[in-house]
């Protein structure tokens, strides 16, 4: 069956035809109407909404060739998101709450976040680590995935993004389940090993890349064996195959594979990802005995 696209500009109309599963040709075609102005994207006969993130400027950092993929990337997540993902309240919330206060758009994705929940209850995690709070955002998603005697620990260098993740977790209604610590993670990280507080069944890296090196030597300190470890932006537009970098953000990264890679009680993966938030990706390692 086909599905009749109708986009139009202030100055000008375009309908184009296209199948339903057809999504590369629906954004090229889409990117084509581009210059046109501000194009409205309508589909009939179909339900995807993804259109409307064609019209969203592409993020890419590095290669700016990969910039002719980016708006196929976003719409591409929008279509994910919007089938796989229902309307939430607090989530959306907490995006907007984030927004007011100016902290940066650097949270995962909602299709991300997620996978970080499905991952957390396939694990049946009762207590989750994660280091690089922002607002919340994927503190709300993991917390979800707890029981309600579980607990998840989120550390957090700015006080404004802590204090903003405080109210958004409250609204969320899960303040009992989450203890926010305010301060550099690798002090954080070495308070909870005096206090005995671990081993945690889950740890998210998610804040400065420069110190994941250092951020997994704590996690492993504070895991057990079956302790699954995941990494966000593990491939920066493709930076990390430059063994020279002199950004420490790169370096640290590649370096935090290298040693996923080569520390004996690891089992690492990585993939490589698109959408959204451009070409990145995560990766996933599991403790050893
Ligand atoms: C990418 S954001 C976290 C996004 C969050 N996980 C989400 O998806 O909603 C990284 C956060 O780490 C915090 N951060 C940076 N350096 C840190 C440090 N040394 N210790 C603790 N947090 C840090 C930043 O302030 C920022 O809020």
Not at 184 to 197: F, G, I, K, R, V
Not at 213 to 226: D, F, M, N, T
Request: glycine share 6%; charged share 20%.
């Amino acid at each position: 069956m086909n599905t009749q696209i109708a986009a139009r500009s202030a100055t000008t109309a375009a309908i184009v035809v296209c199948t339903p599963l057809d999504f590369g040709h629906l954004a090229m075609t889409i990117h084509r109407l581009r210059p046109l102005g501000e194009a409205q994207a309508q589909v009939s006969n179909c339900t995807t909404t993804g259109l409307r993130t064609q019209l969203a400027p592409p993020a890419t950092r590095h290669y700016p060739h990969l910039h002719m993929n980016q708006d196929l990337w976003t719409s591409v997540d929008r279509f994910l998101t919007d089938t796989l993902i229902h309307p939430d309240q607090a989530l959306d919330e907490a995006m907007r709450a984030n927004r007011d206060a100016g902290l940066p758009a650097i949270d995962v994705a909602p299709n991300q976040g997620k996978l970080l929940h499905l991952v957390a209850r396939i694990h049946k995690a009762k207590r989750i680590l994660e280091v690089g709070t922002l607002g919340g955002y994927s503190t709300i998603w993991l917390a979800r995935a707890l029981p309600p005697d579980g607990k998840l620990v989120t550390l957090e260098l700015n006080p404004t993004h802590a204090q903003v993740a405080a109210a958004n977790i409250n609204r969320a209604g899960l303040s009992s389940l989450v203890d926010i610590r305010v301060g550099p993670a690798l002090e954080s990280l070495a308070s909870l090993h005096e206090e005995h507080a671990f081993p945690f069944d889950l740890i998210f890296l998610d804040a400065d890349k420069p110190n994941n090196p250092v951020y997994l030597e704590w996690a492993i300190k504070l895991s057990r064996p079956g302790t699954v470890i995941i990494g966000d932006n593990v491939i920066r537009d493709g930076a990390i195959l430059d063994p020279n970098s002199t950004d420490p953000v790169v370096s640290g990264t590649r370096t935090f594979v290298e040693r996923l890679g080569t520390h004996p009680r690891l089992d690492a993966t990585a993939l490589q990802t698109v959408g959204s938030r451009g070409y990145d990706g995560f990766a996933i390692a599991i403790v050893n005995e």
